[in-house]
């Protein structure tokens, strides 16, 4: 799989955080890393669109076959969309977790706060250190 991962931030959770055009949405997924460390996902639970969140709060939820995990807000916001496509097809976080595999989208509070997640190098290092 190549995916498209340039401009994303990512948590120490494993989650990854894209500023969509005009700079106020936040799309958010899960990680390469964190689809693989959960084997087949079956289930995606979403957020409801209008919820506040804060930064670090679980905003979602996913169900594989070998456990159930949150996925959490990397910014506070309120959501404005949800990947409804996730329902019937939650397989599609395994096949595509950085494009249609997304989960939310915020409207965040405050945008710039993106940029203060982790880099791909970053993200890159801090995988290997919780890969030993």
Known sequence: ??????????????EW??????????????????????GDI????LPAVG???????????????KTVAQVLAPVAGEVVAVNEALKDHPETVNTDPYGAG??????????????GLMD???????VEEVSR
Do not use: K, N
């Open 1 to 14: 799989m190549s995916a498209d991962t340039t401009g994303l931030r990512y948590t120490r959770d494993h």
């Open 17 to 38: 955080a894209r500023r969509e055009a005009g700079g106020a949405e936040v799309t958010v997924g899960i990680t390469e890393y964190a689809q693989d460390a959960l």
């Open 42 to 45: 079956v289930f995606v639970e």
């Open 51 to 65: 919820r506040r969140v804060t930064q670090g709060e679980a905003a979602a939820e996913v169900e594989s076959t």
């Open 102 to 115: 997304w989960f939310f989208r915020l409207r965040a509070d405050d945008p710039a706060r993106v940029e």
């Open 120 to 126: 791909e190098t970053a993200y890159g290092a801090h």
